[in-house]
Nanobody, 114 residues
Framework: QVPLVESGGGLAQPGGSLRLSCAASGSIFSRNTMGWYRQAPGKQRELVARVTLSGNRIYADSVKGRFTLSRDTAKNTMYLQMNSLKPEDTAVYYC????????WGQGTQVTVSS
């Protein structure tokens, strides 16, 4: 069973919005600090947002004020609301714990282009 499954990506215009979802098998979110990562072509995977067990949310400077992480522990689902998208947000987005102890899912492609 794949522990983490991402969805919700797609094509968006600059300035547009997308909402990503991360579905977990089991109570992963209640036991780990969780994060949204992304990997752009030719670049290393980077952490863009995280939520601690106490609920503190921390964002990378590149997405601060535009992205919002939320989670629904009852549904074992985590979300990333992405607003004011920029072409440089184009990447495959993944969710995982911090540190990343679970198998990486396939991710969900986000493409921002006019």
């Amino acid at each position: 069973q794949v522990p983490l499954v991402e969805s919700g990506g797609g094509l968006a215009q600059p300035g547009g919005s997308l909402r990503l979802s991360c579905a977990a098998s089991g109570s992963i979110f209640s036991r780990n600090t969780m994060g949204w990562y992304r990997q752009a072509p030719g670049k290393q995977r980077e952490l863009v947002a995280r939520v601690t067990l106490s609920g503190n949310r921390i964002y990378a400077d590149s997405v601060k004020g535009r992205f919002t992480l939320s989670r629904d522990t009852a549904k074992n689902t985590m979300y990333l609301q992405m607003n004011s998208l920029k072409p440089e947000d184009t990447a495959v987005y993944y969710c995982n714990s911090i540190p990343s102890v679970y198998s990486w899912g396939q991710g969900t492609q986000v493409t921002v282009s006019s």
